[in-house]
């Protein structure tokens, strides 16, 4: 029968067509040859599109872009008003870098105890899609280029705030997380330090009240914000062998206490900063609108804290990620008034 031939057995068979005959093109048979060979530019493609987003996960990019917000404000409030468009991309490039090469770096140092935890065992090192040695010279190429950047534009303070804060990170607060719950307040002064390149690129001094203050903010933030994270993901922390609040202290009262002391202090911290330019009407309206800003979170925090599951630290997590945009807002804004 024809259809048990080959196709090449079942094209010898074929009649010939007239001498004057129209050739014939068999499309059909040519576009199911195409259909089976593989697409290699399109696979390539593919590829090299997987590899650039695997670079971009090993960067931490949720949190490179918090700090690029706090970049921003703090750059405004360091100058007294306006900066350069110039300048503000140079500054979030440097910045953006040295953030990125700190959370790599991290993921460098974690991607065996990654395995052990779901929420990050799909990461590009410990899901075998990157090489340890591709990561760590990405880790040193950003870092080193963001921290010349910097130094090159802004100068030695600002570079320095970079140096300090991937140090801080990378060297002390990531070792510490299988050692003691201590990490989280080194994790926050980490995680803070950036306020003050944006602060010191742009005019403000690294002995100014203001620039603590504002480091005062994000560190304070980070308590409510991270107790809610240590709460909703402990089972998973305590596996893989961090140190955490939520697993040192498992009842949670401990985180509870940590993320309300955390939101009193962002609050003063807030208001201190709406009256440091001196006390008027506008100060005035500034720390009441700081109240207002911060008073989802403390809310959340004390129901957390009377009742601690996992519905109320997700309510914490989720009000934790306005309450900074907000905050810094209005003491941007402070600067204009």
């Not at 911060?294 to 009742?307: N, T």
């Amino acid at each position: 029968m024809a259809t048990d031939l080959l196709p090449n057995q079942a094209i010898a068979t074929r009649t010939p067509p007239p001498k004057n005959a129209a050739p014939v093109n068999d499309l059909s048979n040519e576009s199911a040859n195409d259909q089976e060979l593989p697409n290699v530019q399109e696979t390539s493609d593919v590829a090299q599109n997987s590899f650039v987003s695997d670079l971009v996960e090993l960067t931490k990019p949720r949190i490179v872009m918090m700090i690029l917000v706090t970049t921003v404000a703090t750059a405004m409030i360091g100058a007294g008003g306006l900066v350069s468009v110039s300048a503000l991309v140079w500054l979030l490039l440097g910045t953006a870098m040295i953030a990125g090469s700190a959370g790599a770096a991290n993921q460098v140092w974690e991607r065996v105890i990654d395995c052990n935890m779901t929420r990050t065992a799909s990461r590009p090192l410990p899901g075998q899609r990157m090489s340890t040695a591709t990561a760590i010279a990405f880790t040193t190429i950003i870092g080193v280029a963001g921290t010349a950047v910097l130094w090159q534009r802004f100068g030695i303070t600002p570079a320095f705030a970079g140096v300090a804060t991937w140090m801080l990170y990378v060297l002390v607060y990531t070792p510490m997380k299988t050692r003691t719950s201590f990490n989280t307040t080194v994790g926050a002064i980490a995680g803070a330090l950036p306020v003050l390149i944006g602060y010191t690129a742009c005019g403000g001094q690294i002995s100014d009240v203001t620039g603590w203050l504002l480091v005062g903010v994000l560190v304070a933030w980070q308590y409510p914000h991270f107790m809610a994270i240590a709460w909703m993901y402990r089972r998973q922390y305590d596996e893989a062998g961090f140190k955490m609040s939520t697993t040192v202290e498992p009842t949670g009262l401990s985180a509870g206490i940590q993320a309300i002391v955390g939101c009193a202090v962002l609050l003063a911290c807030g208001i201190a900063l709406c009256f440091l330019p001196g006390s008027s009407i506008t100060a005035w309206i500034g720390s009441a609108l700081v109240v207002v800003a911060v008073y989802p979170m403390l809310k959340a925090s004390i129901v957390f804290f009377g009742d601690r599951n996992d519905q109320k630290a997700r309510k914490l997590l989720l009000s934790s990620l306005l309450v900074l945009p907000a905050v810094l807002l209005i003491v941007t804004l402070r600067v204009f008034w």
